[in-house]
């Protein structure tokens, strides 16, 4: 009797300890009944593949900045990366992007000329690109385009494109005159010098004369002479500078800007032959493409000298907050395929060298020398100082070349630089 009462004693507590424990089903029917959500992934495996936000400031052109965000909705599509793109105003300078880069609401990526990188780079502004790029730079990018972004021993900007200067000039007008495009520095020289006696048009050269690039460059080809990485001695006078530049001071009457404003009314001074030879970017040559007109480059391992190489790099905030997916994003925004679509799009050149070996099937344009791919372009001083120094060195130029300044005394301003 006593070993059946514990039976039954058993089964009331198993009863119990059942009623007591809830179970799926009742739990399940609790949670719709009260409206109670699922239990939801924790935040770090949610958003584990998720790259954030960024902001990206460029500085385009309205008609190259819509077909930067067209590339740029490829990119979000694919990598789902949220980018709110905007464009500065282009007359923004050096002070005024500093000072977006110093508030709290810097944008996390840049679009900046390649002449700004180093003096941004030394105002403790940028992060070097090995702490947000993975790919590799040194030897898959043009030297011309990758050096300009070199600094301290670091590079701080991954470039985008190149835009070089270029000579564009009348064949039919040298032919007439009896001469053919220089070869040498000497021939040059020598092309003042029979010009100046026998004037076959009316303007000889055109160049912007506000642009101190296109005017290194442009004495570079006509004293045969290349940039040099000795900051003492980059605008020091030579002997072949100085009689150049004699020659110009007595030739000014024939040299045309193509600045703003009568940038169009010299283009067809050279389409009609009524100037002989312009030193422009490539970018201004491309749209101004004309059948009486042909585009050199300067070689840079012939004695004609060197000339500048233009283009624009991506470059990541010091104080962006999240670098991992702006360096996502660079990456992606500079991909061959990406190269290709800039170039169709835009004219601007690639500057990863493996399109350049495919040159005919990538649709490049024949002009291109092997050196502008293989050399190291013209060379400049590493040093922070220099995008100021090309300023003071531009508009003493300017006002050589626009008659306010003597060749004697723009050759003494250039010794004190």
């Known amino acids: 009797m006593k070993r059946k009462n514990h039976w039954v004693l058993f089964a009331i507590l198993l009863l119990a300890l059942i009623n007591l424990s809830p179970s799926e089903t009742s739990t399940l029917?609790?949670?719709?009944?009260?409206?109670?959500?699922?239990p939801?992934?924790?935040?770090s495996l949610e958003t584990e593949n998720d790259p954030g936000s960024i902001s990206?400031?460029?500085?385009?052109?309205?008609?190259?900045?819509?077909?930067l965000q067209q590339l740029n909705q490829q990119v979000?599509?694919?990598y789902h990366i949220e980018v709110e793109l905007r464009n500065l105003p282009a007359g923004k300078d050096y002070s005024a992007i500093r000072q977006e880069l110093e508030l709290g609401d810097s944008p996390d990526v840049l679009l900046l000329n390649?002449?700004?990188i180093r003096r941004f780079a030394s105002g403790g502004y940028l992060l070097p690109t090995e702490s947000y790029y993975s790919g590799s730079l040194t030897g898959e990018v043009l030297s011309a385009s990758l050096t300009q972004n070199e600094w301290n021993g670091y590079v701080w900007a991954v470039p985008m494109d190149a835009d070089p200067y270029v000579w564009v000039y009348h064949p039919g007008k040298l032919k007439e005159a009896g001469l053919?495009?220089?070869?040498?520095?000497s021939d040059w020289g020598a092309l003042?010098?029979?010009y100046k006696k026998h004037p076959s048009s009316p303007y000889l050269f055109a160049l912007d004369f506000n642009d101190p690039y296109a005017v290194m460059s442009f004495m570079w080809q006509l004293t045969g002479q290349r940039g040099s990485t000795d900051e003492t001695s980059l605008f020091k006078p030579t002997e072949e500078l100085e009689a150049v530049v004699q020659q110009l001071d007595t030739m000014k009457p024939f040299l045309t800007t193509l600045g703003a404003p009568g940038e169009e009314e010299t283009w067809n001074k050279l389409f009609n032959g009524e100037a002989a030879f312009a030193l422009v970017r490539w970018s201004d040559a491309k749209r101004h493409q004309h059948p009486n007109l042909k585009i050199v480059y300067p070689d840079q391992e012939s004695p004609a000298g060197g000339a500048w190489v233009g283009g624009r790099s991506y470059t990541v905030s010091a104080r962006s907050g999240n670098k991992e997916a702006a360096g996502l994003w660079i990456t992606a925004m500079t991909t061959q395929l990406q190269q290709r679509q800039w170039f169709d799009l835009t004219g601007y050149l690639p500057v990863l060298k493996t399109m350049y070996y495919q040159a005919s099937r990538n649709g490049l344009p024949a002009w291109i020398p092997a050196s502008f791919v293989n050399g190291k372009g013209t060379p400049l001083p590493v040093g922070a100082g220099i995008p100021l120094l090309m300023e003071k060195y531009g508009a003493l130029s300017s006002s050589f070349l626009y008659g306010e300044l003597s060749y004697k005394s723009y050759l003494s301003e250039l010794e004190s630089l």
């Not at 029917?29 to 699922?38: F, L």
């Not at 990206?56 to 077909?67: H, P, Y």
């Not at 053919?180 to 520095?185: H, N, R, T, V």
């Open 29 to 38: 029917m609790r949670s719709e009944d009260q409206g109670e959500t699922e």
């Open 40 to 43: 939801i992934t924790p935040q």
């Open 56 to 67: 990206v400031a460029v500085q385009l052109n309205e008609s190259d900045f819509l077909r």
């Open 76 to 78: 979000v599509d694919e």
């Open 114 to 116: 390649n002449t700004w």
């Open 180 to 185: 053919e495009f220089p070869a040498s520095g």
């Open 192 to 194: 003042l010098s029979a």
